[in-house]
């Protein structure tokens, strides 16, 4: 026997190597356990940084708006009826009041980034005979094109926004019939009109957007909803992303403004991946304890079936923990062993999913997320299982009397 290998180990492989059609029947069992927690955690990772990605390159991850009017009764004047209904007045386009000193107190916070005024309202794009009702946002291309990535999804024409420019969604240039270069008139309700040159089309992957979204620079924005000199949004990105909540509300406190953060705007996402994520860690749990059960299984057979090699262990002077660590290791290293094929089974099957399922356009579904963690804490979790589910055998084992079993 080779003294640097301990008796234990070499005994539980020997145990493990005689009863070869058992032990790949559980090692088979343990793959296919981690492959499906693998798949499914990483697959998840993946669908949850694409939406992240989709979203923080397409809308602000804090946006300051001007507070919602509010009508108040008059109090102690005359005609005036105590308790008497007040309607809600109508919502004006509002300019966030001294929103110039507000964006610099916002560029002097440690946790803020970027930020960019807007001004945005719903306008009337006219080309021929078509018409169509648009959201047109204006903003200074540099900040915003920082915050909301437009020229990465557009598909003709450049990001260029002059005075007399426009950027338009795929599907307002295919309902109006207009490409780049073509000329729109652009009216508001407040009478504010201007003709305008399309030097950008973009395409958001959502069709809505793309058939009501349109960008001007501010200037030109102002001037369209007559708000001369002023901003109704100021769009922000900030160091922490999913601190974007905590940071919005100590934003409001001190600002008077309102603070909506991405985080809050997409909560139904959240929630959604709250509770994928319960569904997954409930299937890993039972996935657990079902491979728990069966390396369980296949070693209390082992000991049944080695009680007279344990008896004349114990015979020759095998103390019970001894015997105790035989089995132990036994569960551990299936465990293991396991957790390494099924990491790398069920890597090769997402590998292979990603590559042959794509969206209509040939993208891919989702970006390929394989952390080193996930393969760590699998083979980890994998390990103590079979560690646990040896215990119950291992037990059994050592409390064999070595005069019975040898008698049997």
Not at 33 to 60: K, W, Y
Not at 80 to 102: C, F, H, M, N
Not at 107 to 120: L, N, Y
């Amino acid at each position: 026997m080779n003294r640097l290998v301990p008796f234990e180990w070499t005994a539980a492989l020997r145990f493990l190597g005689e009863g070869r059609m058992q032990t790949a029947f559980i090692l088979g069992g343990v793959t296919i356990g981690v492959a499906v927690i693998v798949f499914m955690s990483a697959m998840l990772a993946g669908l949850q940084a694409n939406f992240i990605r989709r979203v923080l390159t397409s809308q602000p991850q804090i946006q300051l708006l001007p507070p919602d009017e509010v009508a108040r009764p008059l109090r102690d004047q005359p005609g005036v009826i105590e308790g008497a209904l007040v309607q809600k007045p109508t919502q004006r386009i509002l300019s966030i009041d001294q929103w110039q000193s507000i964006a610099a107190a916002m560029r002097a916070r440690p946790d803020v980034v970027v930020v960019a005024p807007t001004a945005s309202g719903s306008a009337l794009a006219v080309r021929g005979d078509a018409s169509r009702s648009i959201s047109v946002t204006g903003m200074e291309p540099e900040q915003y094109f920082r915050i909301v990535r437009v020229p990465d999804y557009v598909v003709a024409g450049t990001a260029r926004l002059g005075t007399d420019d426009i950027m338009i969604g795929t599907e307002l240039a295919k309902d109006l019939g207009a490409g780049v270069g073509d000329k729109l008139n652009v009216t508001t309700a407040n009478g504010g009109g201007r003709i305008l040159t399309i030097t950008g089309i973009f395409d958001f992957g959502n069709k809505a957007a793309n058939a009501r979204n349109t960008y001007v620079a501010l200037r030109t924005a102002q001037s369209l909803l007559n708000l001369i000199g002023g901003a109704t949004t100021i769009d922000m990105t900030v160091t922490d992303t999913y601190a974007a909540d905590t940071i919005a509300r100590d934003i409001a406190a001190v600002v008077p403004v309102e603070a909506d953060s991405w985080i809050t705007t997409n909560a139904q996402f959240f929630t959604a991946v709250r509770a994928q994520q319960t569904s997954n860690t409930m299937i890993r749990l039972f996935v657990g304890i079902s491979v728990a059960f069966g390396i369980a299984a296949v070693l209390v057979v082992s000991v049944i079936q080695r009680s007279k090699d344990i008896g004349i262990l114990r015979a020759m002077g095998t103390t019970r923990g001894r015997i105790l660590r035989i089995f132990l290791i036994q569960g551990g290293v299936l465990g293991f062993a396991g957790s390494v094929l099924g990491s790398a089974f069920g890597a090769g099957a997402l590998i292979l999913w990603h590559r042959l399922f794509r969206q209509v356009d040939g993208s891919e579904l989702f970006p390929l997320v394989l952390e080193p963690g996930l393969f760590v804490a699998a083979a980890a979790v994998a390990t103590l299982t079979g560690v646990i589910a040896g215990l119950a055998p291992a037990l059994r084992a050592a409390s064999i009397d070595p005069v019975e079993a040898i008698r049997g």
